[in-house]
DNA sequence: ATCAGAGTGGGGAAAAGTGGGGAAAAAGAG
DNA sequence: CTCTTTTTCCCCACTTTTCCCCACTCTGAT
């Protein structure tokens, strides 16, 4: 389980810095691109978890595909260094717009990578919702 | 079940100590952004519950990634170390905009975390409700 | 007075995080 | 196919943060 929010540099040879609460033993992850213009960072079981729900979809709708098709081809292996680094594809790289300063996030069972700018514009618009829907939640007795 | 109101100050290291009332036997905790602008802190079996309830809310999609996008990109575990305390984490830290002084309250299933400071204002402009809300409580024979 | 548990503070080792050099491998040009 | 350039990877050196441990104070109970 992913949690927590933590930034990180890119450095000249994009090489991202993965923090230390989500390795745990991880020597390999996959990326691929994300929603809302950022990328996903899956381990190896989940990734398989995500295929196997995804084969599970009815093919024959042109959109299930299309969406498969961008999810797959985008998708790499990403080994990590002894530095506890990945090298972030530069496919990937322009497909979030990552520049110098990168936020890292957990959701659960993937990690995000965001570039900071972007984080930030998210977390600004997003959170007046999240207040109200974090309301809902005590009022549920939590 | 928590209850209790507890002063102390966090140290150069961001140590905060967790009351010996709060712990008992708890070796690791949850702290999430709370609601206005304080910390939440949860044990690990009603972080389990929340997220089960999470997934359980009527929510469209987008809505759905972009709660659980900032729920749990602002939670992170919290040791506790030999002397009682947790390190709080210093993204959360500048989210609540805690200083030196910190109360530490206990609201039934979750402990919160607020800058001394904060905490008398939000007391001060609360109180007057409170006994207003409390009247109509003894009203329903409480 | 003594003791035990609660609460504070700091030193120092270990781990996390950062940056860059240079070899090996891959890609591109002629 | 060969040579050059770029990319990838492995290694080393360094700074910062986190964690573990010890020592101390304070308060309340016996």
Redesign the pocket.
């Known amino acids: 389980m992913f949690i927590g929010q933590?930034?990180?540099?890119?450095?000249?040879?994009?090489?991202?810095?993965?923090?230390?609460?989500?390795?745990?033993g991880q020597q390999e992850f996959i990326v691929t691109r994300g929603l809302e213009s950022c990328l996903f960072l899956f381990t190896k079981e989940s990734w398989q978890q995500i295929t196997e729900k995804l084969n599970a979809l009815p093919l024959t709708k042109h959109e299930a595909r299309s969406f498969i098709r961008l999810f797959a081809s985008g998708a790499q292996d990403?080994?990590v260094?002894?530095?506890?680094?990945?090298?972030v594809?530069?496919i990937l790289k322009e497909y979030a717009a990552i520049g110098k300063k990168v936020t890292v996030i957990g959701v659960m069972n993937r990690i995000e990578i965001w570039d900071t700018q972007k984080w930030n514009k998210f977390y600004k618009t997003t959170k007046p919702k999240y207040e109200h829907i974090a309301e809902k939640l005590t009022d549920l007795g939590i």
């Open positions: 933590y930034e990180h540099a890119l450095d000249e040879k994009n090489r991202l810095f993965i923090p230390a609460k989500f390795r745990h990403c080994e260094d002894d530095q506890g680094r990945i090298l594809p530069k």
